[in-house]
């Protein structure tokens, strides 16, 4: 029976043999779906904090309508719901005015970094970081003075006024998202969402 023992010593050695192959060849792939996870997880969580943050701010925009402050405090709101995000990894938050519930500016320079006369509003995240109420403030007449950062399209333009039909008042934010591992090509992901809401009708 020598011989019967010694084939199941020599099958176990190669079953041994076959393990540790099986392992070098699957080891990579499985730590590339884990990396793959993390990476996903990451952007997906950044990508609920850019729809909260843009929900947030058209709400309190809308609520504002055509408020002196109006951008200066839905800023603020933005700000508050993205703060688990660095402001040097936000891109631009643009307020702007939208054709129907669920559009687009009407403009594509403003999503490209373009303030546009009566169309939006663009603000950096170095802006948001540092910005103050004294930063929109100033009006001349019914307008907003040239050195405020909301003149392109005035707060105090807006149209709020139930029997015109008030403005549709848009919240477009752009981040970007670094990739935690570096294993994937490129630095990272541009991730934006937007929300839009009709402006509270005033009588």
């Known amino acids: 029976m020598t011989w019967l023992h010694d084939l199941h010593r020599r099958r176990r050695a190669g079953d041994r043999g076959a393990a540790l192959v099986e392992m070098i060849l699957f080891t990579p792939l499985l730590v590339m779906i884990a990396i793959g ?18 929900r947030a701010g058209a709400r309190v925009g809308s609520n504002a309508g055509n408020d002196r402050l109006a951008d200066y405090n839905t800023l603020l709101a933005v700000q ?9 990894r936000v891109n631009l938050v643009v307020i702007y005015k939208a054709n129907s519930s669920n ?13 546009v006369a009566n169309v939006c509003n663009v603000y950096t995240g170095s802006q948001l970081a540092s910005m103050t109420a004294a930063n929109f403030s100033g009006t001349s007449g019914s307008t907003c003075s040239s050195s405020s950062w909301d003149a392109p399209w005035c707060p105090l333009g807006r149209q709020s006024q139930q029997s015109i039909g008030a403005d ?14 570096r294993i994937f090509p490129g630095n990272g992901l541009t991730i934006t969402d ?10």
């Open 80 to 88: 508050a719901a993205i703060a688990s995000i660095p402001s040097a």
């Open 37 to 54: 996870i993390l990476e996903y997880g990451l952007a997906w969580r950044d990508s609920i904090t850019v729809a909260g943050a843009s």
């Open 168 to 181: 549709y008042l848009g919240i477009w934010v752009s981040i970007s998202h670094p990739y935690v591992t």
């Open 194 to 203: 937007k929300a839009v809401m009709r402006l509270e009708p005033r009588v």
């Open 103 to 115: 559009g687009d500016p009407t403009d594509a320079r403003c999503t490209a970094g373009t303030a």
